[in-house]
């Protein structure tokens, strides 16, 4: 299993803006982040399951829209959830 209830709850938990927040932008760059990980260290084990990789390149571009939403709307907000995930430059 990829992503449990409690680690989704730990991760909106760490990453919400306000306290009903469960699907701003850093909360959901934040539960991609954890699935794309997740999928590249599966691929170390299966690197022929390429069904799952079509699913990884789609999170991938999922991700990297919400991050250049976040980059254009509020660049402050863009630099710190970068900083926190440790992604990009």
Do not use: C, W
Request: net charge positive; glycine share 6%.
């Amino acid at each position: 299993m990829a992503l449990t209830k409690d680690r989704k709850t730990e991760l909106i938990g760490s990453y919400k803006t306000h306290d009903a927040d469960t699907g701003s932008p850093e909360v959901q760059v934040a539960i991609l982040s954890e699935r794309i990980n997740y999928l590249t260290e599966h691929f170390k084990t299966h690197a022929k399951d390429h069904h799952s990789r079509r699913g990884l390149l789609m999170l991938i571009g999922k991700r990297r829209g919400l991050l250049e939403y976040l980059r254009v709307r509020a660049p402050e907000r863009y630099r710190v959830i970068i900083d926190k995930l440790g992604i990009r430059r």
